[in-house]
């Protein structure tokens, strides 16, 4: 009998040791669709290497319920077509339970319309700034679950109009990739800068990957323009500048949010690019910004200033407070990712320490208001949020802040435009 007891007993711990193993070992898988190569390969990589890092940080401040959060990072290589193939295979095979990506917004848009609005699946982009996006959700076809840490280009437009008057830029060419995302931005674009008294004297779309951007140089200096307007992304960019430049264009330009690269700098060089200005996404800064700021290259070997880098932190941050408050429910992520940014919640900030505090308070059925290293931020019914815009300009080879241009300055401006 002692036998049978001790035999029993024995086979008991060995069962809550696995059991406890199991626990440990529990994961929380959240599919990734990031451009990890192709033009956009920069952005993706750092957005990848920052939605790991927010992961991590939960992780150590305790986790999901006792599991960790985890990556499955597929590479759309800024293809749309290869991002819904790949979202897909989250999606209905991995039955992940959110989807974070694609960084722009041509890969954006078709995982959203092909795949998570269909089945559902809460969808976050760090850096998709598309006005579609909103124009998708306002005409019901998002099923509510689109969220994204990055201002609307309706907005930006006009942010980028109003600095390029500023800065003396009368007569603009426009040479801009022929994507959802260039066409749009130069849309949002053209309109308030032509209200505010600037004139354009072409425009010029490019397709992605050519070897050569000469006829579209060519057509872009046509009419004799101050400067150039280039919407493009690093790689593409830095061969259309060279381009510019060893074709005689004037050496000023203005630059989208993605063009604020080191290298695009590099590969352009420096010295062609002392009058070169853009806009961004701006931020407010918090505690969250500094902790970013102090940590991230530590931790992904890349610079904290890439465009993609602090927004895509926010995306991990959110999604990963959000799994937490909907526990072992999933389909309640939807309601959970706005919980996680509750105007009346305790403020809760980045790193480690923040974090456990945020999932006691959880545990306690207790609102937070993540304030992230974007700012405090609140989405609207179509995933959008608002904030403030960085003005930017290339000093030195290195990219420097030259003012900001606060939202309700862009709302006024925006008002008179119409």
């Known amino acids: 009998m002692k036998k049978t007891i001790f035999q029993i007993t024995t086979a008991l711990a060995l069962l809550a040791a696995a059991g406890a193993a199991n626990a440990a070992d529990c994961k929380v898988t959240v599919g990734l669709v990031m451009e990890l190569t192709g033009p956009a390969g920069e952005y993706g990589q750092a957005g990848a290497k920052s939605v790991e890092m927010a992961f991590r940080d939960i992780n150590a401040a305790g986790g999901v319920h006792g599991c960790d959060l985890a990556t499955d990072t597929r590479d759309s290589q800024s293809q749309g077509n290869v991002a819904v193939d790949a979202a897909t295979q989250l999606v209905q095979v991995k039955k992940v339970p959110a989807i974070i990506g694609g960084i722009i917004s041509s890969v954006t848009i078709p995982i959203?319309?092909?795949?998570?609005?269909?089945?559902?699946?809460?969808?976050?982009?760090?850096?998709?700034?598309?006005?579609?996006?909103?124009?998708?959700?306002?005409?019901?076809?998002?099923?509510?679950?689109?969220?994204?840490?990055?201002?609307?280009?309706?907005?930006?437009?006009?942010?980028?109009?109003?600095?390029?008057?500023?800065?003396?830029?009368?007569?603009?060419?426009?040479?801009?990739?022929?994507?959802?995302?260039?066409?749009?931005?130069?849309?949002?674009?053209?309109?308030?800068?032509?209200?505010?008294?600037?004139?354009?004297?072409?425009?010029?779309?490019?397709?992605?990957?050519?070897?050569?951007?000469?006829?579209?140089?060519?057509?872009?200096?046509?009419?004799?323009?101050?400067?150039?307007?280039?919407?493009?992304?690093?790689?593409?960019?830095?061969?259309?500048?060279?381009?510019?430049?060893?074709?005689?264009?004037?050496?000023?330009?203005?630059?989208?949010?993605?063009?604020?690269?080191?290298?695009?700098?590099?590969?352009?060089?420096?010295?062609?690019?002392?009058d070169a200005y853009g806009t961004s996404s701006g931020t407010t800064p918090t505690p969250s910004t500094d902790y970013f700021n102090k940590n991230y290259k530590t931790f992904s070997g890349i610079e904290p200033s890439n465009p993609a880098a602090d927004r895509a932190y926010d995306a991990g941050a959110i999604v990963g407070l959000a799994l937490a408050i909907t526990g072992n429910d999933t389909s309640k992520l939807k309601e959970a990712i706005f919980k996680v940014v509750d105007p009346k919640g305790t403020p809760i900030y980045a790193g480690k320490e923040e974090f456990a505090k945020a999932l006691g308070l959880i545990k306690e059925g207790k609102p937070i208001r993540y304030e992230g290293v974007i700012g405090p931020v609140s989405f609207d019914q179509y995933g959008d949020i608002t904030g403030p815009f960085r003005l930017w300009k290339i000093a030195d080879g290195k990219v420097t802040t030259d003012g900001e241009l606060k939202m309700e300055d862009v709302s006024a401006l925006k008002d008179k435009i119409k």
């Open 112 to 274: 959203l319309t092909s795949v998570t609005a269909p089945a559902k699946i809460v969808q976050v982009s760090p850096a998709a700034s598309s006005p579609t996006l909103t124009s998708l959700g306002r005409d019901g076809k998002t099923n509510g679950i689109f969220f994204r840490t990055i201002t609307s280009d309706s907005l930006q437009g006009i942010a980028a109009a109003k600095y390029a008057i500023d800065k003396g830029f009368k007569k603009l060419a426009i040479i801009h990739v022929n994507n959802d995302f260039g066409v749009n931005m130069v849309a949002e674009f053209s309109k308030a800068y032509k209200a505010l008294g600037g004139t354009i004297v072409s425009t010029t779309p490019y397709n992605e990957k050519q070897s050569s951007y000469a006829s579209e140089v060519t057509a872009g200096m046509a009419g004799s323009p101050d400067g150039l307007y280039l919407v493009s992304t690093p790689v593409d960019g830095a061969t259309i500048a060279r381009t510019w430049i060893s074709q005689g264009g004037p050496q000023k330009f203005l630059l989208n949010d993605g063009m604020n690269s080191p290298d695009f700098i590099d590969s352009v060089g420096a010295d062609y690019l002392k």
